[in-house]
């Protein structure tokens, strides 16, 4: 494993049911720190599969997952929680925000979980709401919130921890194409600050402006280069 490699997969297999086709058929693949690379592929590819697998959702039938020096698929559900709270921030298509909690409460959601204390956690999610542009939202509801405003609140929350690792599993896809031009720009300046990324997302677009690397993926196997998915 090269130093600077922040995730790497070794003859990864995922099966979800015996007889089934495996959802991920042993692939390898390594992402550098600081790197932003996109998964791409057709539905039912495995990107989704691929992406539980890194953030430790989901563990694989065969193979390694290393991920920030330390191999996750063998850690126990409660070594697998913390390496997540720690190491590892997740934005969702959706946001899966939390509607009865404010924002600032959503943001800090994921500190708690991690043993931070109050007051750090607080003045860290003051500072990411402050960057998100979001600030003056820190008492409001999600639902009070347009898509856009709330994919930034999705954006503070996986960072509060400050994770090496920042997953985004289509992060434009519930966005209009101006908003998703704009959280784009966003996750490029992360990554431009030094956070590693990768996205999943069909948007072809999306992934050539702001990925440095494709990972196309073809029935759960890395597609050859130049072939279309």
């Known amino acids: 494993m090269g130093q600077d490699d922040l995730i790497r997969l070794d003859n990864v297999t995922k099966t979800y049911q015996a007889g089934a086709p495996p959802a991920l058929a042993d692939l390898s693949m390594d992402v550098a720190a600081a790197e932003v690379a996109a998964v791409m592929g057709p539905s039912g590819s495995g990107k989704s599969t691929l992406l539980n697998l890194i953030a430790g959702l989901d563990r694989p039938t065969e193979g390694t997952v290393t991920v920030a020096g330390r191999r996750i698929d063998n850690l126990s559900e409660s070594g697998l929680a913390r390496f997540r709270a720690r190491h590892v921030g997740i ?90 031009l704009a959280i784009g720009r966003l996750l490029q300046q992360l990554n431009a600050d030094g956070q590693t990324l990768v996205l999943v997302t069909h948007d072809a677009a999306l992934a050539d402006r702001y990925a440095a690397r494709t990972i196309r993926l073809l029935d759960g196997r890395l597609a050859a280069a130049g072939v279309a998915a």
């Open 91 to 180: 934005i969702f298509q959706f946001f899966n925000l939390l509607d009865d909690l404010t924002v600032e409460d959503n943001v800090l959601l994921p500190a708690q979980l991690a043993g931070a204390s109050r007051r750090v956690a607080r003045a860290r999610a003051g500072e990411l709401l402050e960057r998100m542009g979001i600030e003056q939202h820190r008492d409001d509801y999600p639902a009070r919130l347009s898509g856009g405003q709330r994919q930034r609140v999705a954006i503070a929350r996986a960072l509060v921890n400050a994770p090496e690792l920042l997953l985004a599993d289509e992060p434009t896809g519930a966005l209009d194409t101006a908003t998703g």
